[in-house]
């Protein structure tokens, strides 16, 4: 069983920072893609970041490129999204998601089978 909870969220005025953190309860964690997903009030919820079981590779959604970046500490079970320059469109509900059977990241929720409750982000103008 795989359990993921995400920390961090918050209200950050524009071109503030928040750190987001995803603890997960794996067995082996560095089997598994992690990725960030978000959703706003009325949308469908959409790719933000991914990184592969070793980190040594990420990959990033263009609304946030430059911006944000997402890591893992495989010795924590952790994956991270340190966001920078934030924006009242980055406002959302920010999930993180696992999936160990992935060869490579992808963008599709439908492609990752363990997901975080989530944690809002609020940015003001």
């Known amino acids: 069983q795989v359990q993921l909870v995400e920390s961090g969220g918050g209200l950050v005025q524009a071109g503030g920072s928040l750190r987001l953190s995803c603890a997960a309860s794996v067995r082996i964690f560095s089997h598994y893609i992690m990725a960030w997903f978000r959703q706003a009030p009325g949308k469908e919820r959409e790719f933000v970041a991914g990184?592969?079981?070793?980190?040594?590779?990420?990959y990033y959604a263009d609304s946030v490129k430059g911006r944000f970046s997402i890591s893992r500490d495989n010795a924590k079970d952790t994956v991270y999204l340190q966001m920078n320059s934030l924006k009242p469109d980055d406002t959302a509900v920010y999930y993180c998601a696992a999936d160990s059977d992935l060869r490579g990241i992808v963008e599709r929720t439908t492609g990752y089978a363990y997901w975080g409750q989530g944690t809002q982000v609020t940015v003001s103008s």
């Open positions: 990184i592969i079981r070793s980190g040594g590779t990420t």
